[in-house]
């Protein structure tokens, strides 16, 4: 029987504060096409369709899972979207774990695995993340919506005997 994960999150790529306030721009630029077409007297259905495209492409978003993190008795392992293959952080060798701001912007790209000046990024929403370094000195800062549960639960396993 395999372990039970001791944490489970899940983020989905419809809530990315970025991706959304992308595409809610370009349903509204649709819109004001079709209207301004329509008050001259000119056919804009591909405007309209375009904006509802986009409207039912943000609900199927809310939907698709981007990354699941789960947290073992020795690991944490993160699973994409993307990939078959689950990224394993093994917990034995954490040499520190904080809780940080994700970045010093409000919008972030989802990231996967992205391995950037140094460390390893995950991040899908969330304005706080868990930053866990190993015994290499390599961070993984992981975008977290629950990020005071997480470290808790990590700092728990490694500092435990």
């Given at each position: 029987m395999p372990d039970q994960p001791i944490y489970e999150e899940?983020?989905?790529l419809g809530f990315n504060r970025l991706s959304m306030i992308r595409r809610l721009l370009l349903t509204l630029f649709s819109f004001g096409i079709y209207w301004w077409k329509k008050m001259h007297s000119q056919n804009g259905d591909l405007f309209f369709w375009?904006?509802?495209g986009i409207i039912l492409l943000s609900i199927l978003l809310l939907?698709?899972?981007h990354l699941r993190i789960r947290v073992f008795k020795h690991r944490l392992e993160i699973t994409g979207l993307w990939t078959g293959k689950p990224v394993i952080i093994d917990l034995m060798n954490a040499r520190s774990v904080i809780r940080l701001r994700y970045?010093?912007?409000h919008l972030n790209n989802p990231v996967f695995n992205l391995k950037w000046k140094g460390s390893v990024k995950f991040y899908t929403d969330g304005d706080e993340a868990i930053e866990i370094t190993d015994r290499e000195g390599t961070p993984f800062r992981i975008g977290s919506h629950s990020p005071g549960e997480l470290e808790k639960i990590l700092k728990h396993i490694t500092t435990a005997p």
């Open positions: 899940k983020q989905y375009l904006g509802i939907f698709v899972l970045s010093k912007y």
